[in-house]
């Protein structure tokens, strides 16, 4: 079992940069992989992106390629999410989660525990 406390949030002006953690206070989180998704006010949640169990394999949602980058740090266990170049439309609450599978799937139904969420607001 793991239980994952989210940090990082903020506020940020578009083109600015935050990094997301993820920590677990357990001692499984290398049997999991991680997701990470967004909520923004009056939609649905949605991807953002993920990282294998290992660490080995990331994957990232269309919207957020080539700005986003997904980490995870099994001797700490901590995921982070670098967030660069971000847009007024990043603005939402960031949720970690974790799966205990090798590779993660972009379903939120598949994860089995979640972090509280943590609110990015993007100036522009």
């Known amino acids: 079992q793991v239980q994952l406390v989210e940090s990082g949030g903020g506020l940020v002006h578009a083109g600015g940069s935050l990094r997301l953690s993820c920590a677990d206070s357990?001692?499984?989180?290398?049997?999991?992989?991680v997701g990470w998704f967004r909520q923004a006010p009056g939609k649905e949640r949605e991807f953002v992106a993920s990282?294998?169990?290992?660490?080995?394999?990331?994957f990232y949602a269309d919207s957020v390629k080539g700005r986003f980058t997904v980490s995870k740090d099994n001797a700490k266990s901590t995921a982070l999410l670098q967030m660069n170049n971000l847009k007024p439309e990043d603005t939402a609450v960031y949720y970690c989660?974790?799966?205990?599978?090798?590779?993660?799937?972009?379903?939120?139904?598949?994860?089995?525990?979640w972090g509280q969420g943590t609110q990015v607001t993007v100036s522009s």
């Open positions: 990282i294998s169990r290992s660490g080995g394999s990331t």
């Open positions: 989660a974790a799966r205990r599978t090798i590779v993660p799937g972009t379903n939120s139904a598949l994860y089995d525990y």
């Open positions: 357990g001692r499984a989180f290398s049997n999991y992989a």
